[in-house]
């Protein structure tokens, strides 16, 4: 064999015993950016989950809080059975609508008995007893309970569900217009072949807007709104 190329394969062999083993620098590097990467990677995809499920939940007990409100009122008549809803006019002329909102002895929640009742009220983890500031404790279910808070175990705890609320909106709509709100006292004379519509014989339209607070919330975020017409 020549000389040269038995040198030529010495000096391969020679190369290769003393090259370095292990990684590059630039190798260690790249390796460590790609792992870097898909950790982030991982850590978004996590945190994306966790507020989505975390919405997710709230949207659901946001609407079951709505549809509480509106099984509880399902059967319930519009006005107050008894005093009804009417226009009083004094000695001088003036008129007066008798008959919305909380009437005369209905302090509580247990009083309420027709729909216009509920104009306004918002049932609150907050909530106090009176009516002054139209917010009742709550929020409430279908049969007028102040639904507990619950620990991680599902246990009920002392007080109301922490942070959530239900304000329910009662509207006077037009009769073929659902979407046009007519004023408490609004009613329509005769004229013609009309004969006229009463002042309570206009169709509702009742919305219940469920709000969550949480610890560090400066202010209720509307979580979802339920509404429904009363012919």
Do not use: C
């Not at 997710?56 to 409100?69: C, K, P, R």
């Not at 008549?77 to 009083?88: E, I, T």
């Not at 008959?99 to 302090?107: L, R, V």
């Not at 072949?193 to 509702?204: A, I, K, M, T």
């Amino acid at each position: 064999m020549p000389a040269n190329r038995t040198s030529r394969a010495a000096r391969r062999r020679m190369a290769r015993a003393t090259r370095p083993g292990g990684f590059t620098l630039i190798e260690t590097s790249l390796a460590t950016l790609i792992v870097g990467i898909g950790v982030l990677a991982m850590v978004d995809a996590q945190s994306s989950f966790i507020v989505s499920n975390q919405w997710s939940s709230h949207a659901a007990s946001a609407t079951f809080l709505a549809n509480e409100i509106r099984e509880l009122t399902r059967n319930l008549p519009k006005h107050d059975p008894v005093v009804g809803l009417y226009l009083d006019t004094d000695a001088g002329g003036e008129t007066t609508l008798v008959g919305w909102g909380p009437d005369a002895g209905e302090t509580t929640l247990d009083d309420f008995d027709d729909i216009d009742d509920f104009d306004g009220i918002t049932f609150s983890w907050i909530g106090t007893d009176g009516l002054n500031d139209f917010d009742l404790p709550g929020p409430i279910n279908a049969f007028r309970e102040v639904i507990p808070d619950l620990n991680i175990e599902g246990e009920e705890q002392d007080g109301a569900m922490f942070g959530w609320s239900q304000t329910v909106l009662v509207r006077k709509v037009a009769p073929f217009d659902f979407g046009l709100d007519l004023d408490d006292d609004f009613s329509e004379a005769p004229n013609g072949s009309f004969p006229g519509r009463g002042v309570d014989e206009y169709p509702l339209r009742v919305t219940v807007q469920v709000f969550y607070q949480g610890v560090n919330d400066i202010e209720p975020t509307l979580v979802t709104e339920v509404m429904w017409i009363v012919p």
